[in-house]
């Protein structure tokens, strides 16, 4: 597999982290707000808010899972090129370090991607 590859597949995992995460996330507020004990005369309104919430969440959720299936699906596509390209060239491995660098040098993802601190 190549270096790219694998680096577009854990671009893939953080889109998968962030998207169980927000789901985990909306789970949690949803039993929070079927749970707690509503002193406040403004206590509809904030329900309603809070689950409109919930679902903006789990709505982000599920478009964060399909951004990770569509990046798994270019990850793929780029591992078979440089798999067709290699073979043409008769060249295996060199190619995939040709255009990325070897293995050695690979990027790692930014911490603040994984946090989601930086827009990806």
Do not use: Y
Request: glycine share 4%; charged share 20%.
């Amino acid at each position: 597999m190549s270096s790219l590859a694998d680096d577009i597949r854990a671009q893939a995992r953080v889109a998968r982290t962030v998207g169980t995460s927000l789901s985990t996330t909306a789970s949690n507020t949803r039993t929070k707000i079927t749970t707690m004990h509503w002193k406040s005369t403004s206590a509809d309104f904030c329900r309603q808010k809070l689950t409109e919430f919930t679902r903006i969440m789990d709505q982000r959720s599920a478009d964060a899972h399909a951004l990770a299936a569509k990046i798994d699906a270019h990850a793929a596509s780029v591992e078979s090129r440089v798999d067709t390209i290699e073979a043409i060239a008769g060249l295996p491995g060199r190619v995939a370090d040709a255009v990325t660098g070897p293995p050695a040098q690979s990027r790692p993802i930014p911490t603040e991607a994984i946090r989601g601190g930086a827009a990806w």
